[in-house]
């Protein structure tokens, strides 16, 4: 029979754990997924020449979130969960909504800005939670923490330019 040193988190004896982890997954993973609905909203809506940029930036982006919330799916299953149904979403991201004026891009930065910064506080619990338990699931949140660090400060660049031109 396998060991604790054998199986690791995948051992029955780390059954308690593991469930914590595959609840926080479910919650990386509905967090993604409303990212992408949100920024292809966002990347479809905004009017404007200035718009233009970040339609492109938040494009590229929905391809990345989405590997995200597949990769998040793929290790809640690897955990012994279930992938959430549709039906058990409930929607977070209020900022993110369509502005009132399509030409408004400070209310979509500010939002990207909001989420993004979501993500990073909320894969840094799992980081925290996982390490020295589960270093696959470490590892895997240490790279898309990478990615979303990575989208903020872009979107903060952004910010400071409309900033820098009074108009933010
Ligand atoms: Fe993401």
């Known amino acids: 029979m396998a060991t ?17 982890i595959v609840e926080m997954l479910k919650k990386a993973y509905w967090m993604e ?9 966002n990347s479809v809506n905004p009017d404007g020449i200035r718009a233009q940029e970040i339609i492109e930036s938040l494009k590229t982006d929905i391809t990345e979130e989405l590997g995200h919330a597949q990769q998040f799916a793929n290790r809640i299953k690897e955990l012994y969960g ?11 991201q209020s900022f993110l909504q369509p502005p009132e004026v399509q030409t408004d891009i400070v209310h979509i930065i500010k939002g990207v800005i909001e989420a993004e910064s979501g993500a990073i506080e909320f894969y840094n ?15 895997m949140v240490i790279a ?17 330019e409309y900033e820098a031109e009074g108009l933010a």
């Open 82 to 92: 279930v992938v959430p149904g549709s039906e058990e979403f409930s929607a977070e």
């Open 4 to 20: 604790a040193a054998d199986t690791g988190i995948l051992g029955d004896e780390q059954r308690e754990q593991r469930d914590e």
């Open 144 to 160: 898309i923490l990478a990615d979303e660090q990575g989208h903020r400060r872009l979107f903060e660049g952004f910010l400071r």
């Open 33 to 41: 997924i409303e990212t992408v609905m949100s920024y292809i909203a």
């Open 125 to 139: 619990q799992i980081i925290q939670k996982t390490d020295g338990v589960d270093f696959v699931t470490q590892d």
